[in-house]
């Protein structure tokens, strides 16, 4: 449940880090991204019970880029309509790409970056709540 | 990058299955993502199209692990200043047998001329119809040719 927790802490912050006290727009979109991917690993683990130990298996790869296929490939087993399924995972992946530009990339985040970040969190822990 | 290559040429089946379809591809040196853009957007709400896409990204994946690679509605957010590929391709009218020699590039020319904008013929065009509903694009979807 740790994960659980800890991706509740994130869009927590992202929220607090965007606010008009602090004005942290880069900070909060890192968060809003990490609230997601610990979220997306609690699920697998809970609901797929695919483990923590598989999940970081895959180190050679891109560890993150293998989670959010994995997630996405339940899913499918899942029966959710491959509507759904390709609109939150595009949503995941411009989350991510943010997420880059917001952590490595030199050049501004927007407020409006930050807040849609959040959005986006939010809209799918509702998706994974629902589940 | 052979990532790019199979990209394209994933594109070229995307644009053989689906009529009306709009795609640009970008790279993103800054991030490192490959963005597609596609148009229209009610292809999101089209059951096959995303069974494509998601099969294409789990084999891309499986190819290309530490790549990414975006597939979505035009962004405004999305560099696509380092365009790659572009295709548009329309359905063909009824009246027209496939065969039939058609100066497609005329008709489009036509069209474009009418709305001022800059013609790049650098891309491939695939079939246009004469009757291109160019304000259904985005301005920066004017340029393709």
Redesign the interface.
């Known amino acids: 449940m740790y994960l659980k927790k800890k991706s509740q802490e994130n869009i927590e912050a992202a929220r607090i880090l965007a606010g008009s006290d602090l004005k942290l727009f880069a900070s909060s979109v890192h968060c809003s991204y990490y609230s997601v991917f610990q979220l997306i690993k609690h699920t697998l683990y809970c609901k797929y019970q695919f483990n923590y130990n598989k999940q970081s298996n ?1 180190q ?3 560890s993150h ?2 989670i959010i ?1 994995k997630f ?2 339940h899913l ?1 087993y899942d029966n959710i ?3 759904i ?3 939150k ?2 949503k995941i ?2 989350l ?3 997420r ?2 917001a952590d ?2 030199n ?1 501004d985040i927007s407020d409006n ?1 930050a807040k849609k970040a959040i959005q986006t969190a939010d809209e799918i822990k509702h998706f994974i709540e629902s589940l | 990058m052979k990532s790019q290559k199979y990209i394209k040429e994933w594109l070229d089946t995307l644009c053989k299955s689906f009529t009306n379809i709009h795609v640009q591809y970008a790279f ?1 040196k ?4 490959h963005l597609v853009h596609v148009l229209p957007e009610s292809y ?4 096959e199209y ?2 494509m ?2 099969d294409f ?2 084999n891309f ?1 499986k190819k290309y ?8 509605e035009p ?1 405004i ?1 999305d560099d696509m200043s380092n365009i790659l590929y572009e295709k548009r391709c329309e359905s063909i009218p009824a009246n027209i047998n496939e065969d039939d020699h058609i100066d497609w590039n005329e008709c489009f020319t036509d069209n474009m001329e009418k709305l001022g904008e800059p013609i790049s013929y650098s891309n491939t065009v695939n079939i246009i119809t004469p009757n291109i509903e160019q304000e259904n694009y985005n301005s920066q979807y004017q340029f393709a040719a």
């Open positions: 895959k050679e790869n891109d880029n293998f296929e996405s490939q499918r309509p491959d509507t399924i390709e609109e995972k595009r992946k411009k991510k790409k943010n880059v530009k490595y990339v050049m970056i | 993103d800054n991030t490192n993502f999101n709400n089209n059951e995303a069974a896409v998601l990204e789990a994946f692990p530490t790549e990414d690679i975006i597939i979505s962004d957010d």
